[in-house]
């Protein structure tokens, strides 16, 4: 078996985009406009609000990758603050919900393009599997090319969006900001939570700290430049959405759509296609970078089977950790062609894990982190804010509690054993 030693070949550059690319999501596309329907311009306050407690979740994750900079990511900052039992516990949290919510992502993003060329079913459960197998090759092929990939598409996926609000800044007009809460106060606390998904995927970068040349110095710099780009790039979209009053068509995918033909014109719908595929591939690929590096980690541990602790001797990439999951893909897609997902609901079950692992990491950052520190203030604040939002998120929020016990028994067989 090769060392199990990964490549060290990541700067914060890439650290940069490849936080961008956990985090943006197809989300952009539609959640300005549907949150803008909801609450009318107060929406925008909620994104500010939201935007702004990112950046002390950032710095937590920053302070505990440069502090423990193992692929475990948020398990190693568990294993760290509460032992070893509550590490493995926080890898099953993290993996279960991996193998159903990735192609689920990915059919999510099919179906958007499937609003603008008309697609059946089965060229649906297709368009997602290219996009998870092309991701698949690339993460084989080492960190390195996939992160110079995903620089190349997130730089012109930011380079389209701020075209799009730039040429839409004309068509703001101040009065559409009136009245501000048409709604009630009530319908803006309810976008809350739903905004709090659209920043999941910052701890993603933190199962890669292993692959950085210096990770105590290029962490923080990529959350931190992440965050601030995610933060202007939702708020600009927000702003002009609510100030041209595109958001008053019926239909999100519509909404966005006249708004980008205020930059393309007629090919507006070639855009949003371009777009879709881009920003979903984005998302999949910084993702199954992260978990496969999970993965790697608890089997080099010794907790799953060594085998998946196998690095590939070129690319020096976890090969056989990357191929369970797509073993995995391959079932949940099958699957999938005979039970048609209600993809509304089926994305609810990773959102409230990745909500989840904010929870766990601000209290290993309580736990490991200079008391009184800015560090340590930021992590208990941003511990009782996301508590609130897990516990009000309904009996969703009982999927990874149902997965952490999954894992405890697997802890107990595998001890019998």
């Known amino acids: 078996m090769a060392k199990t030693k990964l490549k060290m070949v990541l700067t914060w550059k890439d650290g940069c985009t490849l936080s ?11 959640l ?6 909801q609450a009318g311009p107060a929406s925008l306050l909620v994104w500010l609000v939201i935007s702004l407690l990112s950046f002390p979740i950032v710095f937590v994750l920053s302070k505990l990758a440069a ?4 692929a475990g990511g948020i398990s190693s900052y568990a294993e760290n603050a509460f032992g070893a039992r509550s590490g493995m516990i926080t890898s099953w949290i993290l993996m ?9 992502v990915a059919l999510s993003g099919a179906y958007y393009l499937g609003y603008i060329i008309p697609l059946s079913f089965t060229q649906l459960i297709l368009v ?14 080492g960190i390195d090319l996939s992160s110079k990939i995903s620089s190349s598409i997130v730089t012109l996926i930011i380079i389209i969006l701020f075209i799009v609000v730039l040429c839409s800044f004309p068509y703001v007009s101040l009065s559409n900001f009136i009245p501000f809460i048409p709604y009630g106060n009530a319908s803006v606390i309810s976008l809350f939570p739903l905004i709090f998904f659209a920043f999941a995927g910052f701890e ?15 962490i923080p710099i990529s959350l931190f430049l992440s965050a601030l780009f995610i933060t202007l790039l939702y708020l600009s979209i927000s702003w002009v959405t609510i100030g041209t009053n595109i958001y008053s068509a019926p239909n999100s995918i519509t909404a966005l759509s006249s708004l980008i033909a205020l930059s393309f014109g007629k090919t507006t719908g070639s855009i949003i296609a371009f777009l879709t ?30 085998l998946l602790a196998t690095i590939h001797p070129k690319y020096k990439t976890p090969i056989n950790a990357i191929f369970a999951l797509a073993i995995a893909f391959a079932v949940v897609l099958f699957c999938f062609t005979f039970f048609i997902p209600d993809l509304n609901q089926l994305l609810k079950f990773p959102g409230s894990v990745f909500l989840f ?6 209290a290993a950052g309580i736990k490991l982190l200079d008391k009184w520190s800015i560090g340590w203030c930021c992590a208990c604040i941003t511990f009782c804010i996301c508590s609130l939002l897990f516990s009000s998120s309904g009996l969703i929020c009982l999927f990874p509690v149902a997965l952490g016990l999954l894992g405890f028994c697997y802890l107990k067989i595998k001890a019998a054993l």
Request: charged share 15%; net charge positive; with cysteine.
């Open 204 to 218: 993603l970068i933190c199962p890669l700290a292993e692959e950085f040349k210096n990770p105590a110095r290029d």
């Open 20 to 30: 961008i690319s956990a985090v943006i999501g197809c989300g952009i596309l539609i």
């Open 96 to 104: 279960g919900s991996i193998p159903i919510g990735l192609p689920a």
């Open 67 to 70: 502090k423990i900079p193992k």
């Open 277 to 306: 595929i881009l920003i979903t591939f984005c998302s999949i690929h910084a993702n199954i970078a992260g978990f496969s590096r999970i993965i790697f980690h608890e089997a080099r541990d010794g907790e799953f089977p060594k």
């Open 128 to 141: 997602a599997a290219f996009m998870l197998y092309l991701s698949i090759f690339l993460n084989i092929r």
């Open 32 to 37: 300005p406009a549907l949150t803008a329907q």
């Open 357 to 362: 692992s904010y929870v766990i990491s601000m």
